[in-house]
């Protein structure tokens, strides 16, 4: 359902009639048109309490094995201050930029210009197409206008500023006369000029006119860039000023003038993500011509840039430090945006993060299996991690109509267990985390659809012929299929189904549960069919997580337990103290707390780190 357009229409009344407050410090003196800012405040007081804390002194410590075998050598807790100490004058007290919406004009504007350009080379083009790109590429070169902006660092004390201020002006006067590009120096000030005429002595627009392009003697725009010297502030003018003075209204309340976040920011990338979708198209369908190893990195280099701006969206955001670390981030709707589900009362009920860590989210089951697939792949894939077929199958099965069984909202609970010594295993008694997914199914019939799916894929992933489920009671009103471990693990089966590690799945009410521990899943069925108040109730969370100290110290210790019996092979020399080291964070960390809510015109993404209270 569409968001309707009057409580839109109404909270901009609401917004024109109380402005925010004019920010105090460093964005009092930007210019009025700044709708992308980001200022970061001093960072080094933080680094400094890190550096003299318990926290950080243990953390070292237990890192010093992983040093030693990540780099030859380990360094202590002093040691490392001492390191840092020479560097710290080197620490800006703040850094920052301020573009106006139309910087990302200008850059799709040189996008656009270097496609029409790029077409233009393929020598298999007819006549008409030749024509129709060649007007396109004309239009699109002689739109390339100035860019705008300003970004500034301030260094610690004007020595410092005035070296870094040298350090960039001496590089210039180093320049290649050949490149044409202008440089003046004055008291404190050093400006770059570029004409496009004279760039690169003159050979850019030699090269264009060889493709058949009229650029009009007229054409022959300049590009300017001044950094100026102001006390301890470098300030970089890209173009000209903006007019007027920042009143600060694109942070809402996220910058409060009594006490200003240690970073904010704020992103309006107006109509180029349409630009640039239209851009990446056209590359593409210059593919196989002679140029296509060129154009397939191109459009590799939009998408990313395409994919950078819309995760950036229309979005503005905070950082808090202190004893609580904040973050909180708020994308702005516009009326087209459709309202997103709430999550169903019954999965918040059985989110009880008191009892181990949880999450739960109004999305469907199937989304957020390819979400996490692919934020998986996305941060290894590189590294040939996520990089095998049997990942790729269980992805596309994740993102594809196969899965599409589900209603938005998903649950994941874990609780601490203990797995039970038995005869035949020679562990002893060796911790497992117990874990539940919930969901909330279209039917009964999708429930044992989606596991038949799922149970092939993973069959195929494992090696093994096929997973087998057998029927179980579980108590009143839980008919389970119980995962058949003999055929599949022996040393993990036991013949009780109370036992802790039991791997099943069930439909309860409507419901899909996939839980390893029956134990887990009896409470999680009193919960849902329970009348209590959901904790925490509401009705307008998207999102909710919770992560305690003693969760991930607990986690860390299970895990140290099974990597000692597990063969890891060269990884195992790092994997101990890796989870030493977060063991000791867990017993710093109080509490992580997620929360994703939709209110009247945004959608608000706070996370909290609370930190326990020194000793």
Do not use: H, Y
């Given at each position: 359902m569409l968001r309707p357009l009057a409580p839109l229409l109404f909270s901009s009344l609401l917004l024109a009639q109380a402005p925010a407050p004019a920010p105090a410090g460093p964005?009092?003196?930007l210019p009025a048109n700044a709708t992308n800012v980001m200022v970061v405040h001093d960072l080094l007081p933080h680094l400094q309490a890190l550096l003299a804390s318990p926290v950080f002194a243990e953390l070292v410590t237990a890192s010093m094995p992983l040093q030693e075998q990540m780099f030859g050598g380990a360094r202590d807790p002093k040691a490392l201050q001492r390191l840092a100490k020479p560097f710290e004058v080197y620490v800006p007290?703040?850094?920052?930029?301020?573009?106006?919406?139309?910087?990302w004009d200008r850059l799709v504007d040189v996008l656009?210009?270097?496609?029409?350009?790029?077409?233009?080379?393929?020598?298999?083009?007819?006549?008409?197409?030749?024509?129709?790109?060649?007007?396109?590429?004309?239009?699109?070169?002689?739109?390339v206008r100035r860019v705008d902006g300003l970004i500034w660092v301030e260094a610690r004390d004007e020595r410092v500023a005035d070296r870094w201020f040298e350090s960039i002006a001496g590089m210039l006067r180093e320049l290649d006369p050949g490149l044409g590009i202008g440089v003046t120096f004055g008291d404190g000030v050093v400006t770059a000029t570029v004409k496009a005429r004279e760039f690169a002595g003159g050979r850019l627009v030699t090269q264009l006119t060889k493709l058949g392009l009229d650029l009009h003697g007229s054409w022959d725009p300049t590009f300017a860039a001044t950094l100026r010297l102001d006390g301890a502030r470098l300030v970089l003018q890209l173009g000209e000023r903006g007019a007027g003075n920042f009143d600060g209204k694109v942070f809402g309340d996220l910058w409060p003038a009594a006490t200003p976040p240690f970073?904010?920011?704020?992103?309006?990338?107006?109509?180029?993500l349409a630009r640039l979708a239209e851009l990446q198209e056209r590359l593409l369908g210059m593919l196989g011509s002679p140029e296509e190893?060129?154009?397939?990195?191109?459009?590799q280099a939009f998408f990313r840039l395409q994919r950078m701006l819309d995760n950036l969206g229309r979005y503005r955001g905070a950082v808090q430090l202190g004893a609580e670390w904040v973050w909180t981030t708020e994308?702005?709707?516009?009326?087209a945006t459709e309202t997103i589900d709430p999550v169903p009362v019954a999965l918040q009920r059985g989110y009880a993060p008191l009892a181990g860590p949880g999450l739960v989210i109004a999305a469907p089951l199937d989304f957020v299996g390819a979400t996490v697939l692919d934020q998986l792949a996305t941060q290894f894939g590189s590294r040939g991690m996520m990089t095998s077929d049997a990942f790729d199958q269980i992805y596309d099965f994740f993102a594809g109509e196969e899965s599409a069984l589900f209603e938005p909202g998903t649950l994941l609970v874990t609780r601490p267990a203990a797995f039970r010594g038995q005869e035949g295993w020679p562990h002893g008694a060796m911790p497992f985390a117990a874990f539940a997914v919930v969901a909330k199914a279209n039917d009964d019939a999708a429930a044992g659809a989606f596991m038949a799916s799922l149970s092939t894929h993973l069959a195929t992933v494992l090696d093994v012929e096929e997973l087998a489920w057998k029927a179980a009671d579980l108590g009143p009103g839980i008919d389970a299929n119980l995962l058949d471990l003999e055929a599949l693990a022996p040393e993990l089966a036991s013949p009780h189904t109370d036992w802790d590690f039991a791997p099943h799945w069930c439909v309860l009410d409507g419901m899909f549960v996939l839980s390893s521990d029956p134990n887990l899943t009896r409470e999680l069925a009193a919960q849902m069919r329970g009348d209590?108040?959901?904790?925490?109730?509401?009705?307008?969370a998207v999102a909710l997580m919770s992560l305690r100290g003693d969760d991930l110290r607990g986690i860390a210790v299970g895990l140290g337990k099974w990597a000692a019996v597990v063969p890891l092979g060269d990884a195992g020399l790092?994997?101990?103290p890796l989870l030493r080291a977060v063991q000791v964070l867990g017993e710093q960390l109080d509490v992580v707390d997620w929360r994703l809510d939709e209110e009247v015109d945004m959608l608000r993404d706070v996370l909290r780190v609370r930190w326990k209270a020194a000793k």
């Open positions: 964005l009092a003196w007290r703040e850094f920052g930029l301020a573009l106006p919406t139309a910087f656009d210009a270097a496609t029409a350009v790029l077409g233009l080379k393929d020598q298999d083009l007819d006549a008409g197409e030749a024509r129709a790109l060649r007007l396109a590429a004309e239009e699109a070169i002689t739109s970073a904010a920011w704020t992103v309006d990338c107006g109509d180029n190893a060129v154009v397939d990195v191109a459009s994308e702005l709707f516009d009326e209590q108040v959901p904790v925490p109730a509401s009705a307008e790092m994997v101990q």
